[in-house]
């Protein structure tokens, strides 16, 4: 195992702040339901839309969310962000009126 250097506290934007509310709200959906993180990418015939996987992604982007350079671009965060919400609206956990309507105040403060 290689030793990787602890990320300094992240600076983040009040959008980049939106966007971790929008990843914690869904984390916790998916534990609530008793799910544990699993990256299935890692296994031959994952399921990358499990809600275990989606677990994974939340709980992976929430401290590479930053506005400092060491973390995710915006496009790529934003990118992990949509098909974590898709995901959940394809399960039948959510809809998409439901997702415009609490994130937006998120997104556009």
């Given at each position: 195992m290689t030793y990787t250097k602890p990320l300094p506290p992240p600076i983040r934007s009040e959008r980049d702040e939106g966007t971790v509310k929008a990843f914690e709200f869904y984390r916790d959906m998916i534990r609530v339901r008793g799910f544990k993180p699993v990256n299935e990418t890692l296994h031959p015939d994952g399921d990358p839309t499990s809600p275990g996987h989606l677990?994974?992604?939340c709980?992976?982007?929430i401290p590479l969310v930053r506005s400092d350079g060491h973390g995710m671009s915006v496009d790529k965060y934003s990118r992990w962000l949509g098909?974590?919400?898709?995901?959940l609206i394809m399960h039948g956990?959510?809809?998409v009126?439901?997702?415009r309507?609490?994130?937006r105040p998120w997104?556009?403060?």
């Amino acid at each position: 195992m290689t030793y990787t250097k602890p990320l300094p506290p992240p600076i983040r934007s009040e959008r980049d702040e939106g966007t971790v509310k929008a990843f914690e709200f869904y984390r916790d959906m998916i534990r609530v339901r008793g799910f544990k993180p699993v990256n299935e990418t890692l296994h031959p015939d994952g399921d990358p839309t499990s809600p275990g996987h989606l677990l994974w992604m939340c709980e992976h982007c929430i401290p590479l969310v930053r506005s400092d350079g060491h973390g995710m671009s915006v496009d790529k965060y934003s990118r992990w962000l949509g098909f974590i919400q898709g995901c959940l609206i394809m399960h039948g956990w959510t809809t998409v009126q439901a997702e415009r309507d609490r994130t937006r105040p998120w997104f556009n403060p």
